[in-house]
């Protein structure tokens, strides 16, 4: 596996990175994948979907993205709470499906998808995801030894994608070194006046700081400006 890991280290943007992880699922018989990555609670970038997916039917892809099909996937739910990979066809076993869930898999089964592994992955800042590595026709398992090393290839893959979008977050959300100061402080539970102890400037500067911070974050509360901070790895949690 050096030779996947390296060329993904050296993957220069997010399109590469994906090129580089199609090519080592075919060399493995896999032809239909796709990866999810599913922004934190508070991310600036919390409303956004990055799905990357080859092999699937045009109408599957369309009606996912663009329809909110995503919405009642109830894979993309069970990811987030089930560390391990797990077959498509298992959800139903491992989670109560509402009617919503359940007319999902119809769908899903009516644009042609079969079975498969969904398999999670975990980043910096709660910035998680799963990759679906659906099973050819020809085939129904994977040998545990192969299916270790699909997960390795996708942690890594989901690594390196996570160090590579750090740069548009940074872009898009930026505060100063006062104002993150302030924002730790704030996601601790802080007053304004508190934190003027500590830092050493009057509540009304730190009110000034704090309302700053509510505008280039776009939220209206502390609690959501400490969510939005932790989200985009501004501060830690």
């Known amino acids: 596996m050096r030779e996947i890991f390296e060329r993904m280290r050296a993957a220069q943007d997010r399109h590469e990175l994906w090129k580089v992880f199609v090519d080592y699922f075919r060399t493995h018989g896999v032809r239909t994948l796709c990866a999810m990555h599913i922004p934190p609670p508070g991310a600036p970038d919390g409303n956004r979907r990055i799905i990357d997916a080859c ?4 109408p599957l892809i369309r009606a996912y993205i663009s329809d909110g ?6 894979i993309r739910k069970q990811v987030q709470i089930h560390p391990a990979p797990f077959f498509w066809s298992e959800i139903g076993e491992l989670r109560k499906l509402d ?18 592994i ?6 910096p800042h709660g910035r998680n995801g799963y990759i679906g590595v659906a099973l050819e026709p020809h085939r129904s398992h ?5 299916l270790r090393e699909f997960q390795a290839v996708a942690q890594m893959a989901h690594q390196r994608f996570c160090e590579l979008l750090e740069p548009e977050l940074i872009e898009t959300v930026s505060l100063s070194r ?23 400037i009057s509540p009304n500067t730190v009110d000034t700081h704090i309302r700053r911070i509510y505008t280039k974050l776009d939220v209206s509360d502390r609690t959501m400006a400490a969510l939005r901070g932790i989200g985009c ?3 830690l949690p």
Not at 118 to 123: E, L, R
């Open 233 to 235: 790895g501004m501060i």
């Open 55 to 58: 092999g699937f039917l045009e």
């Open 178 to 200: 006062r104002e993150t100061e302030i924002l730790e402080w704030v996601a601790r539970g802080k007053s304004n006046t508190v934190i003027g102890e500590i830092l050493e």
């Open 118 to 123: 969904a398999i999670p992955v975990f980043g």
């Open 69 to 74: 099909l995503w919405e009642r996937d109830p």
């Open 142 to 146: 994977f040998s545990d030894t192969v």
């Open 99 to 116: 009617d919503g869930e359940q007319a999902f898999l119809a769908e899903f089964v009516a644009h042609g998808a079969g079975e498969g």
